[in-house]
């Protein structure tokens, strides 16, 4: 699979859209369960995803190497998710958190995630970089140095506040809150 990747990014990079439709294929789905968690609202998600699929197109001459593609496409992706993230998370069908506790509103995108409920309430006690981390390390397998191109932080600073919200994750599962869903 891995040379197959390495062959269409050499192909995209040489001009073939046809190659490039093949990536994005390939890498959407878990681009759009990413960009969804990070901004909590399903148009949104779908606009990073495809914004920053046209962002990588525009520009995959400029990647120096083909093997650290999906990286790269997540650096875009990330940037996008940032730039998109004050879209208005009240209409948002994912968590929300407020003063008073959790409000959330169940929708089928919220199965597509492949988290739980439980899960996504204890990751939206994380500030955004920290999120962010877990999200590629836990659900995407992502190694600290990886992510740390994708953040555009120290690797170091990766594994540090990947244990320090794993933590968090932990004890607020452990103390058992549950989710009220507001129907």
Aim: net charge negative.
């Amino acid at each position: 699979m891995k040379n197959e990747i390495t062959s269409l990014v050499i192909r995209s990079k040489n001009g073939d859209s046809e190659a490039f439709g093949s990536l994005y294929e390939l890498f959407a789905p878990e681009m759009y369960r990413y960009s969804l968690v990070m901004v909590k609202d399903e148009e949104t998600a779908k606009d990073c995803v495809n914004e920053a699929a046209l962002e990588a197109y525009k520009s995959i001459k400029l990647l120096r190497d083909t093997s650290a593609f999906k990286g790269w496409l997540f650096r875009i992706l990330n940037a996008c998710c940032k730039r998109n993230f004050t879209s208005n998370l009240k209409n948002s069908d994912m968590l929300r958190i407020d003063d008073e506790g959790v409000h959330t509103e169940v929708s089928s995108t919220e199965v597509d995630t492949e988290l739980s409920m439980d899960m996504q309430r204890a990751l939206s006690t994380l500030d955004d970089i920290e999120r962010q981390i877990v999200m590629l390390s836990v659900v995407y397998d992502y190694t600290s140095r990886e992510i740390a191109d994708i953040v555009n932080i120290n690797s170091s600073t990766v594994r540090t506040k990947l244990k320090r919200a794993l933590t968090k994750c932990k004890d607020y599962m452990e103390r058992g809150e549950k989710c009220e869903i507001n129907q």
